[in-house]
RNA sequence: GCCGAGGUGGCGGAAUGGUAGACGCGGCGGACUUAAAAUCCGCUUCCCUCAAGGGAGUGUGGGUUCGAGUCCCUCCCUCGGCACCA
């Protein structure tokens, strides 16, 4: 028997027992309450970092504190497994998508094995699987039949060196790709999305979830949600069909202040409506808005530009003649890619109309107004002016009355409007799931039926990126029949966007060998919603955006029976290396792998929780380990090596109730550190607690019994966060195996209450004197004991005494007069 | 520009409005050793002092309070997100 913390050897080892007794794998057992832990899965990059760890390690020692708190813990793990670096990869090594991504899933599941964690392996979940992406290809038939898949030609982002369309959630900060940092393009192309607008309103609604702030306030913020009035300007123009250009706008009391109409330069009306001695001046303009970029398009602080078409419209509510502008500032995507323009009351518009010398009409007056022309744009409500019947109204008010008129009249009507896009899922890459779909000369559009799928991803293609699909040049692929007429038919050959995988992946660890349906809808309902959902914040818009509404979705389609498929959300930090996050594609990772066969992944799982607040992330820093790892040798030797209480004839209970009192206050500290994720200051008192047990030790004044007890508990309390050096000591003295079946201590309230505290005397707010005091002392015994101390008589003397001010259990505070100036 | 998180020793970080710096790293000193490593023990915010003791101190400047790292206001810096959305 090794005598030496050996690391290497007992993870190994307690690793194939605990898979040997298959203790981890989970069932629908009624009998404890369910709990279902979920980390967000990895993409098979290849290799797992330290950052994947520190997503990983802590969760688990979560999951396995529910475990040991009588919860039926369902905590699985998977590979979301279909993506871009696989095609990358197989374009610059040659090797198969598919190979390399098994590969890599290969290694991971090793390293994930390696940390020692409760995964239930029989449930594991890998994307790119005909198994698992039969069902992506399922579901999407169901959004297509209920009318949320649909197929449109719209300008799309376009990354140059995906060769692929993304989602606007994938196209980050400056306009950039998500995925490879190339700054995206926009192209006109026919693609599938899904329906997700339909939703917005519903996706709003945080208020029975329970996630960080900053995730909803970013979603929210995505959705955009608008409310206002549509308003028809009249125009004043022969010979075309359209009598009104429609603006959308949140405040129409400002509507007596618009002094100008901006149209987007890709308005539809624009070339009608240009006038023959500008169309010269107009077409330029618009050839140069197509030359900027999106990003600059869209980027503040740059000079307005725009130009007069030479034209007008009428204001419907005073007539006006309003001239009409287009500019880059207005957006074609957005409301009706029209505005009126209030150039008094918008920031924006002012700026416009000061570059162009346009008129400035003010139509809310700021409370003190004097009259006078603003130097800044007012966008507050106010009192109504200038605007004719409804002067001298309240903006909120004037709001409603317009809006009244605008609607009794049918000149508009109050709407909401939404920033929400609808997904665009095709992907005109090789390695995701084939949406499946047929196009037939005689039928159209016509969905694979459900029998036929999977629609298999043929291994044989050719996936350089050309810009188009590689499955296109795939004739075997594309050449089909039509399921409806059996004529001669081609395949759809655009893939599925991966998060799409990812929006249900939680669902069929329920039940992942099911082989007629996507899931056992019974054991759906036992498990989900997914109680506790960790990962990190960079999926606030995409991933997690899509899953809520993947579930709500498939709850109207009658799939599943609840709203929301996470209840809690808790996103933890980034692990920074050098500067930066660590990753791939930065090139700072850090392998677990070294750490974990030098030190043991017992050390690596508490070095990544000791570092700070789970929330906050934190810097590797490779000394930082070494303390860890000494703290377990120490924990070793202090449970490895005999206990001898000295010779007296009874061990003092002074010194046994301390001792007990330490052991119920620890075991309290740490079931609420865990319970709140404060996993490093668990760590600190689990280190307090051996600090002291190595003192008893060295003095042996605890009972034989006693310190075992106290081992007993201190090795409970450790099993979540060191499993195996737990186990290993566990079994070394002799209890029963496995210290993972064990219930999670509890601690007796009494026991773990001071009984003596240390009272601080201040006087006028300093630190004077401390003195301990049993806890139970009045507050006339300590305003007693404060002003007799010796100390304390040095300030008094002489000085008028003012308050005693004295806070329980803490502090008493003499309140001297000042001193009078001489 | 707006929203959110954060700013505390040489470093990572602790602190229900009540002892600032727990715990760990690093450093210094000591024990063990022929020696080193490992391990163990002690010290370690800064300044004055042999010491006892005293003073200063949680990004900046104010305020509230008997008492502020913590609450309020001002400003500065770092990180994350959003950003011409009518």
């Known amino acids: 028997m090794a005598q030496v913390y050996n690391p290497q050897e007992i993870e190994k080892k307690w690793q194939q027992r605990w898979a040997a007794d298959h203790i981890y794998e989970v069932d629908e057992d009624n009998r404890r309450p369910k709990f279902y832990a979920l980390t967000m899965f990895p993409y098979t990059s290849g290799d797992l970092h330290i950052g994947h760890w520190y997503a990983m390690a802590p969760s688990d020692v979560y999951a396995r504190f529910k475990r040991m708190q009588g919860y039926n813990v369902l905590h699985p793990m998977g590979f979301d497994a279909f993506g871009l670096p696989a095609e990358n990869a197989a374009i610059n090594h040659g090797i198969h998508p598919y190979d390399w991504t098994m590969q890599n899933i290969e290694n991971m599941r090793r390293q994930l094995k390696s940390m020692g964690a409760i995964y239930d392996w029989n449930r594991e979940v890998i994307t790119c699987l005909p198994d698992y992406y039969k069902w992506t290809q399922w579901f999407f038939l169901k959004f297509y039949h209920a009318g949320l898949a649909y197929r449109a030609k719209a300008p799309v982002n376009w990354c140059p060196k995906c060769q692929t369309v993304l989602a606007n959630e994938q196209v980050v900060g400056e306009g950039i790709c998500e995925r490879c940092g190339t700054l995206v393009t926009k192209k006109d192309l026919e693609q599938w999305f899904f329906r997700i607008t339909k939703y917005a309103e519903e996706l709003l609604d945080h208020s029975h979830l329970d996630w960080p702030e900053r995730i909803k306030t970013m979603q929210r913020n995505w959705v955009g949600k608008s409310e206002g009035a549509e ?125 162009f010398k346009l008129p400035v009409r003010v139509v809310i007056a700021p409370p003190d107004w004097s009259g006078e022309e603003l130097t800044e744009p007012y966008t507050e409500a106010g009192t109504m002016v200038n605007s004719g019947e409804f002067s001298g109204l309240p903006s909120e008010r004037g709001y409603e009355a317009i809006c009244a008129l605008l609607e009794e009249k049918k000149w508009g009507k109050r709407t909401v409007i939404y920033r929400l896009r609808d997904w665009l899922i095709s992907r005109q890459r090789y390695w995701g799931a084939p949406i499946p779909i047929i196009y037939c000369d005689k039928c159209g559009i016509v969905p694979v039926p459900e029998d036929d799928l999977p629609v298999l991803l043929p291994p044989d293609a050719e996936f350089k990126p050309s810009g188009e699909s590689p499955l296109k040049y795939c004739q075997a692929f594309v050449n089909t029949t039509c399921p409806k007429c059996s004529g001669p038919a081609r395949r759809e050959t655009d893939t599925m966007d991966t998060f799409m995988c990812s929006s249900w992946y939680f669902l069929r660890y329920t039940s992942p060998e099911t082989r007629d349906a996507p899931f056992d809808a019974a054991k759906v309902k036992f498990w989900l919603p997914v109680d506790l959902y960790t990962g990190g914040a960079e999926h606030a818009v995409m991933h997690l955006f899509y899953a809520r509404f993947f579930i709500k979705a498939l709850r109207d389609i009658g799939l599943v029976d609840f709203d929301e498929p996470f209840a809690r959300l808790f996103n933890q930090g980034t692990i920074i290396y050098r500067g930066d996050k660590m990753s791939k594609s930065r090139g700072n990772v850090i392998a677990p792998d070294e750490y974990v066969t030098e030190l043991g992944a017992d050390a690596v799982r508490g070095y990544l929780m000791f570092v700070g607040p789970w929330e906050l992330g934190g810097e590797w820093n490779d000394s930082g380990i070494v303390g860890i790892s000494r703290w377990l040798n120490r924990v070793w030797n202090l449970v490895t090596t005999n206990y001898t209480p000295v010779c007296r004839d009874v061990i003092g209970p002074e010194d046994e109730k301390e001792f007990l009192h330490i052991i119920h206050k620890t075991i309290k500290k740490v079931t609420a550190d865990l319970g709140k994720f404060r996993f490093n200051t668990m760590l600190a008192s689990l280190m307090e607690f051996t600090n002291y047990l190595s003192k008893v030790k060295e003095s042996g004044v605890v009972s034989d019994s006693l310190w075992r007890e106290a081992i007993n508990y201190f090795l409970l309390l450790l099993a979540p966060t060191a499993p195996h050096l737990a186990e290993e000591l566990w079994a070394r003295s002799g209890r029963p195996y496995s210290i ?83």
């Open 231 to 355: 308003i028809s300007f009249w125009l004043e123009h022969e010979g075309i069909e359209q009598k009104c250009i429609k603006v959308f706008t949140t405040r129409p009391d400002t509507i007596f202040g618009v002094t100008f109409l901006l149209l987007a330069p890709e308005h539809p009306l624009v070339s009608q409506l240009t006038a023959l001695e500008r169309k010269a001046e107009v077409e330029e303009y618009i050839a140069w808005c197509r030359r900027q970029t999106e990003y600059d398009r869209l980027s503040l602080g740059r000079e307005k530009t725009g130009v007069f078409l030479g034209s007008y419209v009428l204001n419907p509510l005073n007539g006006e003649r309003v001239p009409i502008w287009i500019t880059d500032y207005v957006l074609p995507t957005y409301g009706t890619g029209a505005v009126m323009a209030v150039p008094a009351h918008d920031e924006r518009d002012l700026e416009f109309a000061r570059k």
């Open 740 to 822: 993972h079946n064990q219930a999670w201590p509890e601690y007796d309230n009494e026991l773990a209450r001071e009984e003596e505290i240390t009272l601080i005397i201040q006087v006028n707010g300093k630190l004077r004197d401390k003195v301990v005091v049993p806890a139970s002392i009045s507050e006339a015994e300590a305003k007693e004991l404060a002003l007799g101390r010796k100390r304390i008589q040095t300030y008094i003397d002489g000085k008028k005494l003012i308050n005693v001010i004295y806070v329980p259990k803490r502090v008493v505070n003499i309140v001297l007069a000042p001193m009078q100036p001489e």
